[in-house]
């Protein structure tokens, strides 16, 4: 790997606090970092560097050009966000409660948007057109619960249930889209869009054979191109409920674009797939590829995510891989892991400055044994075992491993 203009080489123990680690001595994807180019924050992210890299490159501009230390750069980050939505301006978040202050109101919020949307399936399955107004009442408590605090409602996504996989899919959806939305500075309109657009963009499956959607074969040319139908079918139905909104018949119409060119229905190739279209179509399949269906195995979030890394700029537009894992975290609330002590446990929220030491709650002992009691223990805080040695996520598990059914988890 080479250096570019207004990079420095440097030897990983000679890093400080506040440089800029643009490149590393090896591919990303064969580390645990989520992007590419992040700021030190402290000893302890040089610490994690030394463990898998010799060397790196520094950016010696944007190190001139910071007087203080931030996580991120939001001037930069706005620009291109705006550039990209073509909007005047773009909100900044942050967390105004904790991820327990928060679980309760994220459950209710969740159990309610469930019950509303069961009822609206159910009805529009039986032939009844898509209640928009109830739609829109139903996310409404789920937006505001993501804006103070996602991870509540991201672990929600997580808990599904395979003989529910179609409407608890939407519902995944809608919390992934709010989550990057809030993520890329979007409005509450913006937000309210995603959310709706989110549960809806695949109603038109509703319309397809269960038979077909339920195989656990390869689906034969004739048979795919049955299930493909689910596109029109989807945007006549939301069309015959009253949709006007541009953005949500576009997810609907649009989310299986792929930014190479090889999506369905049209064939469009990068910018000319709608924005909230792109957007639908990395939550739609990451939340595929998480979820146990009839045909597949879920993979564990962070699988997920570094094959959503892997399509950047082939299947999805790489700035909006890249929010999404900035938006969910490596470690997603909800995933599974081992931690160096040989525990397991499972990642209840993350750490919005810290992506590798979120706050866990162990579940197994270090023989993967239940625990007599479950704690929570915040990596950031605890960085140590009681006997000194080091505490941190070696690995992250399928989401069955050990027999543990993270549906029965409970937040809180």
């Not at 991201?154 to 709010?178: F, N, P």
């Amino acid at each position: 790997m080479s250096a570019g203009l207004g990079m420095r080489k440097t030897m990983v123990g000679k890093l400080e606090v506040g440089d800029y680690v643009s490149a590393l001595d090896r591919p990303w994807l064969d580390t645990p970092f989520l992007v590419q180019g992040f700021y030190v924050e402290s000893e302890d992210d040089i610490l994690d560097l030394t463990k898998y890299c010799e060397y790196v490159y520094v950016d010696e501009e944007r190190n001139q050009a910071r007087t203080e230390f931030k996580p991120m750069n939001p001037v930069e980050r706005e620009k291109n966000i705006k550039e990209m939505f073509d909007r005047q301006k773009l909100e900044i978040y942050s967390d105004i409660s904790g991820w327990k202050d928060e679980a309760a109101k994220a459950t209710a919020a969740v159990e309610s948007m469930k019950e509303s949307m069961t009822e609206i399936y159910d009805n529009f399955a039986s032939g009844r057109s898509i209640e928009l107004l109830k739609v829109k009442k139903s996310v409404e408590p789920m937006i505001d619960s993501v804006v103070r605090n996602p991870d509540a409602c991201l672990w929600l996504a997580r808990m599904k249930h395979e003989d529910q996989y179609t409407y608890q899919h939407s519902m995944g959806c809608s919390i992934w889209t709010v989550a990057l939305g809030r993520q890329l500075g979007l409005g509450k309109a913006d937000l309210r869009t995603l959310a709706v657009g989110g549960l809806l963009f695949d109603v038109g499956k509703l319309r397809i054979d269960k038979s077909l959607l339920n195989n656990d074969r390869r689906l034969t040319e004739e048979e795919f191109e049955i299930v493909k139908q689910h596109v029109p079918l989807g945007v006549q139905s939301l069309r015959d409920g009253g949709v006007l909104n541009s953005d949500i018949l576009d997810m609907a119409a649009y989310h299986h674009e792929r930014h190479s060119g090889r999506g369905y229905p049209k064939g469009l190739v990068g910018n000319d797939i709608p924005v909230f279209a792109r957007i639908a179509g990395i939550v739609d399949s990451y939340d595929a590829m998480t979820s146990q269906r009839a045909y597949a195995r879920p993979m564990s979030p962070s699988q997920a995510i570094k094959a959503l890394y892997q399509w950047r700029d082939v299947h999805f537009q790489a700035e909006l891989v890249e929010e999404f894992i900035q938006a969910i975290g490596l470690y997603p609330a909800g995933t599974l892991v081992e931690l160096s002590s040989g525990e397991v446990a499972i990642v209840v929220a993350e750490s919005r400055t810290r992506r590798l030491r979120p706050t866990v709650m162990v579940l197994l002992d270090v023989d993967k044994n239940p625990v007599d009691k479950i704690v929570n223990v915040d990596l950031m805080k605890t960085s140590t075992t009681e006997d000194g040695e080091s505490l941190e996520i070696v690995d992250s598990l399928e989401a069955d491993a050990y027999g543990i059914d993270i549906s029965a988890i409970e937040l809180f």
